[in-house]
C-alpha cells in the first residue's frame, strides 16, 4: 500500500495488511460453502485489491478516538465489504454496465449477472452479521455501529445517491445538485467509516465525534471531486475501469460543470477545509490528514 499512497507510510501497509487477514477470514470458503459459486464470486469481488480508503479511515479514527486496531478490524471489514457490494451492484448493466473494475474484469462479466447480483447481496448482509456478532463490543457499540453504516448504505445515503445517480443522466444538473447527489452516494459512507471507528474505541469524546464527522463531510467531497478529474485525465490502463465514463453516460461532473481547473481547486479547499477540523490534535491525527492529502493527490 505504501507504493500507491504516498506519505501514508506504516500505518497503511499495517491496516492493510489487517484488513486483508480480516477478509480471508470472515468471507465464506467455496469449500465449506453451500453456496460455492456464490462464495467464489464473493471472494473475488472483495479480494481484488483497491485503494481500501474507507478502511483506513476507520482504523485512523479508531486510533485517534483511542481505540485499538483489534477494535477496528470488524467495522473496517464491513465498511469495505458495504462498497465492494455497491461496486458490483453498480457494474451491472441494469446500472453502469461496465466490463472492468480494479484492473480486472467485473463480476458479472467473470461470472454471470445474477450470481454477481447475490453476490453483492451476500456481501451485504455479511457486513450486518460482522457488526451484530463479531469482535468483543458492548451491545451499544454495535447497536450504534448497525445504525451508522445501515443509514449511510440506504436511502438517506448510498443508494439514494445512487438512484439520483441514474435519475440525471442526460440531465445538466446545477453545482448544488451534483454536490448533494455526491454527499448521499459517496461521502456519507466515508463520514461513516470515520464514525465507526470512532464508535468502536468507545472512549465518547463529543467534541472529537463532531471533529471526526466535519472531517469526513469535507472529504467525501474532495474525493468525488478527484473521481470526477480522474476520468476525464487518466487512461483506462492506469484508473483501473472505463475511463470517460461518465461522458459517455449523460452524467453531470464536476470538471464539466465548473471546469477542470476550478474542480482541483474546490478538491484542494476541501482538502484544506477537512484537515482544519483535526489541526487541534496534533501529530496523533497524522493518519487521517495524510488520508486527506492522498486524496486529492491519487492518481487512480
Known amino acids: 500500500m505504501a507504493s500507491d499512497k504516498p506519505g501514508l507510510g506504516p500505518f497503511a501497509d499495517d491496516t492493510r495488511a489487517r484488513l486483508e487477514q480480516a477478509l480471508l477470514i470472515y468471507l465464506p470458503q467455496p469449500a465449506d460453502s453451500d453456496a460455492p459459486r456464490l462464495a467464489e464470486a464473493m471472494r473475488y469481488a472483495a479480494l481484488a485489491g483497491g485503494k481500501r480508503i474507507r478502511p483506513l479511515l476507520v482504523y485512523a479514527a479508531c486510533q485517534l478516538s483511542g481505540g485499538t486496531p483489534e477494535q477496528a478490524d470488524v467495522p473496517a471489514t464491513a465498511v469495505e465489504l458495504i462498497h465492494t457490494y455497491s461496486l458490483v451492484h453498480d457494474d451491472l448493466p441494469a446500472m453502469d454496465d461496465d466490463d472492468l473494475r480494479r484492473g480486472q474484469p467485473t463480476c458479472h462479466r467473470a461470472f454471470d449477472e445474477a450470481t454477481a447480483i447475490l453476490a453483492g447481496d451476500t456481501l451485504l448482509t455479511l457486513a450486518f452479521e460482522l457488526l451484530g456478532g463479531a469482535g468483543d463490543y458492548p451491545a451499544a457499540t454495535r447497536a450504534g455501529m448497525v445504525r451508522t453504516l445501515a443509514g449511510a448504505a440506504g436511502a438517506a445515503g448510498m443508494a439514494g445517491g445512487q438512484m439520483q445517480d441514474m435519475e440525471a443522466e442526460g440531465r445538466l444538473q446545477q453545482v448544488s445538485a451534483l454536490e448533494r447527489m ?6 456519507r459512507l466515508i463520514t461513516a467509516s470515520l464514525h465507526l471507528g470512532y464508535l468502536a474505541a468507545n472512549r465518547p469524546d463529543p467534541a472529537l465525534e463532531r471533529a471526526l464527522l466535519a472531517f469526513g463531510d469535507a472529504i467525501g467531497l474532495a474525493f468525488q471531486i478527484q473521481d ?12 483501473g475501469k472505463p475511463s470517460g465514463s461518465d461522458e459517455k453516460q449523460g452524467k453531470s461532473t464536476f470538471p464539466a460543470l465548473i471546469g477542470l481547473e476550478a474542480s482541483r481547486e474546490r478538491a484542494q479547499t476541501l482538502c484544506q477545509q477537512a484537515r482544519e477540523h483535526l489541526q487541534s490534535h496534533g501529530e496523533a491525527a497524522r493518519p487521517l490528514l495524510d488520508l486527506a492529502d492522498y486524496i486529492v493527490r491519487r492518481g487512480h
Open 182 to 187: 455526491h454527499y448521499l452516494k459517496t461521502g
Open 228 to 239: 470526477d478529474i480522474l476520468d476525464v485525465t487518466v487512461d483506462t490502463a492506469h484508473l
